[in-house]
């Protein structure tokens, strides 16, 4: 939905009824990595055994990607 551009993300936030500066910060975090993982794919990334940090935000990436699938097919 934030992610595809076809909503903001406070009024993803309000369907959610999540605080919009929770959720901005996932949605920036879940680029971040993805823009990581590109690099990485491309060989211009950080290494792949780097830290528990860029795990952590590829976890909360996947969940991100996960609820985006739900709130998009179960409205």
Same mark, same amino acid.
């Given at each position: 939905?934030?992610?595809?551009?076809?909503?903001?993300? $406070?009024?993803?936030? !309000?369907?959610?009824?999540?605080?919009? &500066?929770?959720?901005? &910060? !996932?949605?920036?975090?879940?680029?971040?990595?993805? #823009?990581?993982a =590109? #690099?990485?794919?491309?060989?211009?990334?950080p290494d792949?055994?780097?830290g528990a940090?860029? !795990? !952590? =935000? $590829?976890r909360? $990436?996947?969940?991100?990607?996960k609820? =985006?699938?739900? %709130? %998009?097919?179960?409205?």
């Amino acid at each position: 939905m934030v992610l595809e551009g076809e909503r903001t993300v $406070a009024s993803v936030a !309000r369907e959610f009824g999540i605080n919009a &500066s929770t959720l901005g &910060s !996932r949605v920036h975090r879940h680029r971040i990595v993805q #823009d990581e993982a =590109a #690099d990485l794919s491309a060989g211009t990334g950080p290494d792949p055994g780097a830290g528990a940090g860029e !795990r !952590r =935000a $590829a976890r909360e $990436a996947g969940v991100l990607e996960k609820a =985006a699938f739900f %709130a %998009a097919d179960h409205r």
